[in-house]
């Protein structure tokens, strides 16, 4: 960056815009996230069964959603959908494929956890007459999540760290907001830091707003 | 009462239960005895419809446990199970523990729920470790958390796997002292032991399992003082020979 000089006043001028694009950003992370844990949880019981059809649905996402480019599965719900005539929105389809990512991922994460708690909780919760789903919600999950805890925040924000593919098909969510932006000044090295800055600050309140959590239901 | 008609189970070849049959009557304690491998677990986990079987029936007060009809959720609240391992809920304290069921399966309200789980805690002598972790308690301490547990549903029948055998010789006799209270108060209790003298000294009946059969069944005078069967005979001697730590 050999004499190049920074204008910051025009990152402080442009403010509000990339605000509004970070609003977005978290919206989409949060609900990627709740949807993400909601497909996976099911997915990670089916996957520990082994055998069924929802076993090789499950398999079949997780293969899809791990193996492949987070943009090319932003392609799919995007474009590919476009193709077939079923057009949304790219908020929509940047939703759809981070919490297609998340559920993917998630999954595993969950399935490894579930492995870690014995055998017995389960035969345990059925015998006081609580039903399988009900056992899964009131003793099985609850033990899997404080395992599985660290990992599951680290994949949260991975999926924020997806969201800025939102790019790609013109959303304007932090890095759709960044681009505009520098694009209309040039002033890409600026935006560009402060947008990665606006993302490490999110992150961190990500981790440290569901380490309160942990603390709160878990008493630790 | 609990009737035991005819029940075979069996896992791929291997054959558990050839024909069992056997029944509980209301306010005895049975005792089951045997070798490990004679079935008597497997027997226990399947009245309780934990474990499929593939012949017979097992009657619960006329309700029949296997049958695809039964909703086995509503029966399982009349038949409390405590195991060996304690499988206490971890991550719940011990009044968690015990009013999460009467909460969830009875639709207690929670406060309901808090004060029937301090009764029976208090009952099994835990009441000052209403908030205490199961990882703060010791192996007989679970136990008699996971005893509570299943009274709190307030089942007709307390069904009792190997408790002891996990435990500390010198906790054995507080899960002990436990079940002697609940017979005292007139539970119908089926305990599956290893230990020959808590048989002989609780046990209104016991029935001695041998691969897979009730080989001898009458009164603890009769079957584990007075055997007439030659397996029984030699299973006894054995446990002699190895005396278990009873308090």
């Not at chain 1, 004499?3 to 977005?24: C, E, H, K, N, T």
């Not at chain 1, 925040?153 to 790019?167: A, F, K, P, R």
């Not at chain 2, 791929?12 to 239960?17: F, H, K, M, Q, S």
């Not at chain 2, 679970?142 to 307030?154: D, F, G």
Request: proline share 4%.
């Amino acid at each position: 960056m050999n004499g190049y000089q920074f204008y910051w006043s025009i990152v402080w001028d442009s403010l509000p815009l990339l605000l509004a694009g970070a609003w977005v950003t978290i919206q989409i992370t949060v609900l990627a996230f709740v949807i993400g844990t909601l497909i996976a949880m099911p997915m990670a019981v089916a996957r520990q069964r082994g055998e069924g059809w929802a076993y090789r649905f499950s398999t079949g996402w997780v293969e899809l959603s791990r193996n492949t480019p987070a943009v090319f599965q932003l392609y799919i719900f995007y474009f590919g959908l476009g193709a077939l005539h079923i057009n949304i929105p790219s908020y929509a389809a940047v939703l759809l494929s981070v919490s297609f990512n998340n559920a993917g991922y998630m999954t595993e994460i969950f399935r490894g956890g579930l492995t870690a708690i014995p055998r017995q909780q389960m035969p345990a919760a059925r015998s006081l007459g609580m039903t399988g789903p009900q056992s899964f919600i009131h003793v099985i999950f609850p033990q899997m999540f404080k395992v599985i805890f660290p990992a599951y925040v680290t994949q949260g924000i991975w999926g924020m760290l997806n969201t800025s593919l939102g790019m790609l098909v013109g959303l304007q969510e932090l890095s759709g907001a960044t681009q505009y932006a520098q694009s209309a000044s040039f002033r890409t090295f600026e935006f560009f830091l402060a947008t990665a800055l606006i993302y490490y600050l999110i992150a961190k309140a990500l981790q440290f707003s569901s380490q309160l959590v942990f603390r709160l239901i878990y008493r630790s | 009462m609990i009737e035991i008609r005819n029940v075979r189970k069996t896992f791929g070849a291997l054959t558990v239960l050839k024909g069992i049959n056997l029944d509980v009557n209301k306010g005895e304690l049975l005792c089951l005895i045997g070798a490990s491998g004679s079935g008597k677990s497997t027997l226990l986990q399947c009245i309780n419809g934990l474990e499929p079987i593939q012949g017979g029936e097992i009657v619960v007060d006329g309700v029949s446990v296997h049958d695809p009809k039964t909703n086995i959720n509503t029966l399982r609240q009349k038949l409390g199970i405590v195991f060996q391992q304690y499988n206490a809920f971890p991550h719940l304290t011990a009044l968690e523990n015990v009013a999460l069921a009467p909460r969830v399966v009875a639709k207690r309200s929670r406060k309901e729920a808090r004060a029937l789980a301090l009764k029976h805690l208090e009952h099994v002598g835990l009441g000052s470790k209403a908030d205490s972790l199961p990882s703060q308690m010791s192996g007989g301490q679970q136990q008699r958390l996971a005893i509570a547990r299943a009274l709190a549903m307030e089942p007709s029948y307390m069904l009792f796997d190997e408790v002891t055998s996990a435990l500390d010789p010198e906790l054995v006799g507080e899960v002990l002292e436990t079940m002697r209270l609940l017979k005292r108060e007139g539970m119908t209790m089926v305990v599956v032991t290893h230990d020959i003298s808590f048989a002989r000294e609780s046990a209104d009946r016991v029935a001695f399992l041998h691969q897979g059969e009730v080989c001898e069944i009458g009164t603890a005078g009769e079957v584990i003082d007075n055997p007439h069967k030659e397996q029984t005979q030699k299973f006894l001697r054995r446990e002699k020979r190895q005396p278990l730590e009873v308090a």
